[in-house]
């Protein structure tokens, strides 16, 4: 793959490399972490199935071209089986990698239920991973910025609970992500000031009895903490999760 597509090739090692400190941050096992760094490292291998012209297209495929595109999980499983000694965790994660909970991925359209935690670990490091690459059409996002769509996206097409022991083993605070703070409070991170390195913009959503706050008096109220007084994350997959995202829509918020 680095002779012939340098560019997947680079995205094949960063997201091992996510997908390993994912399944730590997750508790996999050694084991299972071997099947998860071997897995990511070989995700698109099947991309070398494809013609020229659509691997390396610089544009919007068509629809032709796409369905055929969407066959390089099966293309890449193919080549592994006939290896002969590639444990069968590792064909899952290539297969599977880009399904989605909902089922809207594919080649096969499985839903979560279907999907193995390391093959979803697997799904959302190379998701994350190609967010930080521009497209045609769309241009490279921050690593922060990935993260955050990859949180946001949670509560549908990712495993929301793998998603928010990620995001606290990191100790980083994507924008959108809901978390509660040291004195009980829930709040929406807002964007990081630049300037302030360790500083975060939150948008306060109950008070510390976790009393919902009437935004049509305050709508656009913020504060700004330190990251030491966020305590836990919240998975999108919580109940009071989905209550306060649905909360926000209703008045017009995130």
């Avoid at 090692?13 to 299972?32: F, K, R, Y």
């Avoid at 068509?62 to 290896?83: I, N, Y």
Wanted: hydrophobic residues 45%; glycine residues 10%.
């Amino acid at each position: 793959m680095r002779d012939t597509q340098p560019d997947p090739a680079a995205k094949a090692v960063n997201a091992a490399a996510l997908a390993l400190v994912w399944g730590l941050a997750t508790g996999l096992s050694a084991e299972a972490l071997r099947h998860l760094g071997s897995g990511a490292l070989l995700l698109d291998i099947g991309l070398q199935r494809l013609p020229d012209a659509i691997r390396a297209a610089e544009r919007p495929l068509d629809a032709g071209e796409t369905a055929l595109f969407r066959q390089h999980p099966q293309c890449g499983r193919d080549m592994l089986l006939a290896a002969s000694d590639v444990p069968i965790e590792v064909l899952d994660i290539v297969l599977n990698h880009h399904e989605r909970a909902d089922g809207s991925g594919y080649p096969r359209g499985l839903g979560g239920g279907d999907l193995s935690r390391a093959g979803q670990i697997a799904a959302m490091a190379a998701e994350c991973e190609d967010l930080c690459w521009e497209h045609a059409g769309r241009p490279a996002r921050s690593g922060l910025q990935a993260l955050a769509s990859i949180y946001n996206a949670g509560a549908r097409l990712f495993d929301g609970d793998l998603t928010a022991d990620f995001v606290r083993a990191l100790g980083v605070w994507p924008p959108g992500c809901l978390v509660e703070l040291a004195g009980g409070e829930l709040a929406v991170v807002g964007d990081i000031p630049a300037s302030e390195f360790g500083a975060l913009s939150l948008r306060p959503v109950t008070n510390s009895a976790k009393e919902l706050l009437d935004f049509a008096a305050d709508p656009n109220r913020t504060v700004r903490v330190s990251a030491i007084e966020i305590v836990r994350i919240l998975s999108l997959a919580d109940p009071i999760a989905r209550f306060v995202r649905y909360y926000l829509r209703q008045c017009g918020g995130h």
